[in-house]
């Protein structure tokens, strides 16, 4: 049963470039969070998502950042126009649909470079 | 404002001896409690949790944590520590009532000296 899938793992981009990063749940889980780690600070909380819907989006900057969660396929998060605070290690996280003790099962991240 | 708190940014233990790692949380009612783990360029494990019960939890690797709602702590802990425990650990809270989404802490480097 294989864990939540992140890629790419290692991505650099020059300043003004997009991002994408993508994310697939674990087998059987609907619900997909996004986290972001700076160097030296702790995770913080982005983007919580079900299939094409946004739940919960308090933690993504206003601007540049976008995630969406299609019916078909991974869910993705987008960086517009990077720059270089934009470099962290982006982690998606999945849980199954409905409820639940909260337990989250993490990636691997993804790893930008904004040069 | 929910939070959790971590004081402590490094511990450092000799291999053999007990470990703490502390977290204190600020969250009204009553949250379920994460203890995560994040070896270098991985992403975070799930080592245990608290939601209801018993106020000592038994989770992965023979590590263990103390739940204490009057001082608002859910601290980790080992008997006896091994090198291979080195890493960050970061604690973590859901709210009650909130979304699935959890609140973590800042993060504790925990070295383990042979």
């Known amino acids: 049963n294989a864990g939540v899938m992140q890629n790419p793992r290692h991505l650099v981009r020059r300043r003004g470039q997009e991002a994408r990063l993508r994310c697939s749940p674990m087998k059987g889980h609907s619900h997909v969070y996004w986290y972001r780690q700076l160097p030296e600070e702790g995770l913080k909380f982005m983007v919580y998502l079900q299939k094409e819907n946004i739940i919960d989006e308090s933690g993504m900057p206003k601007e540049r950042f976008s995630a969406e969660f299609p019916k078909e396929g991974p869910s993705i998060l987008r960086i517009q126009q990077v720059v270089r605070g934009d470099s962290a290690a982006y982690f998606c996280?999945?849980?199954?649909?409905?409820?639940?003790?909260?337990?989250?099962?993490f990636g691997e991240g993804s790893r930008l470079t904004v040069l | 404002a929910q939070s959790v708190a971590q004081p402590e940014d490094q511990v450092n233990v000799a291999e053999g001896n007990p470990l703490t790692v502390k977290c204190t949380y600020s969250v009204s009612g009553n949250p379920y409690l994460f203890w995560y783990v994040q070896y270098p360029n991985r992403g975070l494990q799930f080592l245990l949790k608290?939601?209801?019960?018993?106020?000592l939890v038994k989770g992965s690797y023979g590590f263990e944590a103390e739940f204490n709602k009057s001082q608002t702590s859910f601290h980790l802990k080992k008997p006896s520590a091994l090198v291979s425990d080195s890493a960050l650990y970061f604690c973590?809270?859901?709210?009650?009532?909130?979304?699935?989404?959890?609140?973590f802490g800042t993060g504790t480097l925990l070295a383990v000296q042979p």
């Open positions: 996280a999945s849980s199954p649909g409905g409820s639940n003790t909260g337990e989250l099962f």
């Open positions: 608290y939601i209801t019960g018993d106020n």
């Open positions: 973590a809270v859901r709210p009650p009532g909130a979304t699935n989404k959890l609140i």
